[in-house]
């Protein structure tokens, strides 16, 4: 009983010590310096890393004086030695837990080491929350990340918020995480996409998918494929598609889809049928001659001339998929192995070629729901 009494009274003396002690590595908000935004460029044989971070007395309001964002650049030949010189240059303690976007410059994608380095590194850090969005720009991140939106920065944090906010954008329903483009590219060869993102008078638009094959840049997806790529991807709630009828322009809003694959194979020839089911609202027409719109066979006139319009693009983005980049951005691998066992395991150790010269059939079936409250 003695015993058991002297190993309480132990117990009790350690926690009080440790409430009236602080941690012994305690760092003060004001003593830190919050990454929210990291920018990587190629220069020359050196990393061109370009930090974002607010002026947290400003932000905060306790100071009126001074920019809301500092914009740091540091030459490395690893991000890792690069943050190491940024916290040598400066009097605060550089700290990543907030970081919200990781934008990659054109000439950084271009070689192939880059991505896996900084990939590894972020990776192994835990201070980097596999949440971080990804984004590429077809130029050089440091310019991109000096420009302000017509928002209070940080810039990082404007743009995180956007793609956060606004999932109609094609871009934006396929954005990728740091972790997500990790297990992306690790499980597919080095074959993946990242969001675009630029410029445009000076305001922030969405820019097509950077391109990455064997870990490298390959090209762009241009802007004009992002829609129908939402489609095939099944990611294309609330886009919008746009058919003429009469010389009338009208906009059919999604607000459901599926897409489904069916595989066949005959002579060592792939063939991949693509279903693309979709509900939606017509939500403009032409003021006084709307009445047609009400008419059961107008609307299926119009729900034949989306399904049209949406063939026609899904087919000319899966050419330049199949034609251009050559391997399987739309996931129709990952869909084979679940739907046809036997199909996959005849195709699977040559995955890249038999995609890259299958026969793909798209067929899409649009059903207009609500045509508005006019009448």
């Known amino acids: 009983m003695k015993s058991m009494t002297k190993y309480k009274g132990v117990i009790i003396a350690f926690v009080c010590i440790g409430l009236l002690t602080g941690c012994w590595d305690k760092v003060e908000l004001s003593d ?29 309001g ?45 000439e950084f994608l271009e070689d192939e080491y880059n991505l896996r380095k900084v990939l590894d590194y972020f990776n192994r850090n835990s201070q980097f929350s596999k949440t971080v969005l990804a984004l590429a720009t077809n130029g050089k991140a440091e310019e991109f990340l000096k420009l302000v939106p017509n928002a209070d920065p940080p810039i990082g944090m404007y743009i995180s918020q956007a793609f956060e906010n606004n999932n109609t954008d094609p871009v934006i329903s396929n954005k990728v995480n740091i972790g997500e483009l990790t297990i992306m590219l690790s499980g597919s060869e080095g074959n993946g996409y990242i969001g ?13 998918f950077a391109v990455i094959k064997n870990y490298s ?22 886009t919008v598609l746009s058919t003429d009828i009469e010389g009338n322009s009208i906009p059919y809003e999604i607000s459901e889809i599926n897409t489904s694959m ?12 693509i279903e693309i089911q979709t509900e939606g609202d017509v939500q403009e027409y032409i003021l006084g001659i709307e009445e047609k719109s009400y008419k059961s066979t107008y609307i299926k006139k119009v729900e034949l001339a989306l399904q049209k319009q949406m063939e026609w693009e899904c087919r000319q983005a899966v050419e330049v998929i199949q034609k251009k980049f050559g391997f399987d951005m739309i996931g129709a691998g990952d869909r084979l192995k679940l739907k046809d066992r036997g199909i996959w395991m005849k195709v699977k ?21 609500r045509i508005g409250l006019a009448k």
């Open 32 to 60: 830190r310096s919050f990454i929210i935004t990291i920018g990587l460029d190629q220069a020359g044989n050196l990393l061109n890393i370009t930090y974002n971070s607010p002026n947290l007395p400003v932000v905060t």
């Open 62 to 106: 306790q100071s009126e004086s001074g920019p809301k964002l500092f914009t740091r650049t540091t030459k490395a030949k690893t991000l890792y030695e690069a943050n190491k010189l940024y916290g040598e240059k400066s009097n605060l303690k550089i700290n990543f837990e907030h970081t919200k976007l990781i934008i990659f410059g054109k």
């Open 196 to 208: 675009g993102i630029g410029t445009q008078e000076d305001n922030i638009i969405t820019d097509g």
């Open 217 to 238: 840049l390959a090209g762009w997806l241009d802007h004009k494929y992002a829609l129908p790529f939402s489609w095939l991807t099944g990611k294309g709630r609330g």
């Open 262 to 273: 069916d595989f066949s194979m005959k002579d060592d020839n792939l063939k991949i049928k």
């Open 349 to 369: 150790d040559n995955w890249k070629e038999f995609f890259k010269t299958a026969t793909i059939e798209i067929k899409c079936q649009n059903n207009i729901r």
